[in-house]
């Protein structure tokens, strides 16, 4: 390691949990030095960055929805207004439930769902494959995680020392923000990973335009930009790498076939690792009996939503030593598992 003598703390990877853990240990006046390798496989340069506060197949609501996504808007928007740029797109989602247990849990559980569905009219939604129970989803949004990145080291580079090379082991302060290569080293070698890999293509619809992201069939299609969406995603347990599959992208292509009407064009196809915990929750806190070294990780497929309080709860452990909920606590989930 080297030229980071003189920051205050080391953090290791500049995804999606670095670079909200930098953001917000910069709001809290500490020197960084920030080890962006982009290791192969990484999920935060591919991720579609939704935030959607119902989930799954069982229509299942995100605990907390609501003080997560004020706490992510919060920081996105101010990291906008301060570099100029645009990365994070709210509008209402689409959803269909094209399948009978889908329904089944709609009518049954209308009432508490309701808050965050309703129904929806095809008005708008041109291209779209108009099947099913469509329903309107209030209070999504997209975090474009590349835009996102870039922001955040353009924003971060004039204060704090950016390097490329991985960190393997140090004794200085450093905060582990490795994402699925985590679970290959030894630091945290009682956590119990559930690592899985993701699959997206990049399509071109020339006689539709999106206004908002579609999940049904259990996918979802979401704009990017003109006649432009992601389309994604698959989940592997097997290869966990940054390659993508032609298995993965016929599949794709054949749900795509029945979400979508209008034709379309496949023009990228990408692959990361989402990096998942037994728990499928956010895991942050110390890993060291001195207190100077720290976990960020297990963010999942919902990174975009729970990284901003994830590491604004860590910075002010770090640095004031304040509590971290039971829930994402490292300490307390080593202890009961």
Known sequence: MQNDANADLIIAGFGIAGATLALALDDLGLSLAIYDADLDGSSSQVAAGLITPVTGKKLKPQPHFETLRQSAVEMYRSLEDQTGSDFLYESPALRLLTAEKEQAVWEREREPLSKWLSPSISSGWSGVR??????????????????????????????????????????????????????????????????????????????????????????????????????????????????????????????????????????????????????????????????????????????????PTMARLLAEHIVNGAAIPADYDWAVRRDTQ
């Open 130 to 307: 108009w099947e099913g129970t469509p329903l309107q989803m209030s209070m999504a949004a997209r975090l474009d995680t590349r835009k996102f990145l870039h922001a955040a080291r353009r924003f971060l580079a004039p204060r704090h020392a950016f390097f490329r090379e991985p960190v393997d082991s140090t004794d200085a302060p450093v905060a582990w923000c490795c994402g699925f290569h985590e679970s290959k080293a030894t630091r945290v070698d009682t956590l119990e990973w559930r690592p899985a890999k993701g699959e997206i293509l990049q399509v071109k619809i020339p006689d539709g335009r999106l206004p908002g992201t579609v999940h049904a069939r259990g996918m979802w299609v979401t704009p990017t930009g003109g006649r432009e969406a992601l389309a994604g995603a698959t989940y592997s347990w097997d290869a966990l790498d940054g390659k993508p599959t032609s298995t993965a992208r016929d599949a794709l292509v054949e749900k795509l076939l029945q979400i979508l009407e209008a034709p379309f064009e496949v023009v990228g196809h990408e692959a990361g690792v989402r990096p998942i915990v037994s728990g499928r929750k956010p895991i942050i806190g110390s890993i060291s009996d001195g207190g100077q070294q720290w976990l960020f990780n297990g963010l999942g497929s919902k990174g975009a939503l729970f990284a």
